[in-house]
């Protein structure tokens, strides 16, 4: 994914990271068949999570042209989804680690793919990439050099963090306006200092 985003930033177009995000996703599809819930079945949860991940694939797909309150729109449908899965899974008795992922990697994609869109539309720097990038040179980090403390799971910060993010994006294609910049800074500082403190846990025990 870090690969695609240069190559998207390269060429300033956005497509290269929702194909090969289709193609990851295909390969996490297969390498899982059976272990998508504990009955085996894929469920309902995970069908949610696949129809947030159809939108982020549109999102990211969608022309530099398509006017900002739609894209605005297709981010709070995304968001408006996200919990419904999990809330589907718990309640089913379906709730899995490959739920878990399927949800966790789909949030990221949305950010990144939101992140690229708001860059080529030329009213934010490169600055608003970070965020979408973020994610991925964490995993890629603990990967490279696994950690003491390992994966560090979403603080009640980070989750605050996450918020401020999904608000400063929608507000950014929303808002033409400065409004919509300074809500989109905001959330991407505020989630930059969200994994800053994840680094520091996972590798407090470094010597």
């Known amino acids: 994914m870090l690969a695609a985003s240069a190559v998207a930033?390269?060429?300033?177009?956005?497509?290269?990271?929702?194909?090969?995000?289709?193609?990851?996703?295909?390969?996490?599809?297969?390498t899982h068949r059976g272990d998508y819930t504990p009955r085996g079945a894929f469920g309902a949860a995970n069908a949610v999570t696949a129809t947030r991940l159809a939108i982020a694939l549109a999102l990211g797909l969608a022309p530099t042209g398509t006017p900002g309150p739609l894209m605005a729109a297709g981010l709070v449908l995304v968001w408006s989804l996200d919990g419904i899965d999990g809330w589907i899974a718990r309640r089913d008795g379906l709730a899995s680690a490959f739920g878990a992922t399927f949800d966790m990697e789909t949030d990221a994609l949305v950010v990144l793919v939101a992140d690229l869109q708001l860059w080529q539309r030329g009213r934010f720097g490169a600055w608003v990439l970070i965020s979408g990038l973020l994610r991925y040179t964490y995993v890629l980090a603990l990967a490279l050099r696994p950690a003491p403390a390992g994966h560090v799971s979403r603080s009640r910060f980070g989750r605050a963090a996450f918020l401020a993010l999904i608000v400063g994006l929608t507000a950014g294609f929303a808002w033409q306006g400065t409004a919509g910049t300074i809500l989109a800074m905001v959330g991407a500082v505020a989630v930059a200092v969200s994994f800053a403190r994840s680094f520091l846990w996972s590798y407090r025990r470094t010597s």
């Open 9 to 30: 930033a390269l060429f300033e177009r956005a497509w290269p990271v929702p194909l090969l995000a289709l193609g990851s996703v295909a390969v996490l599809l297969v």
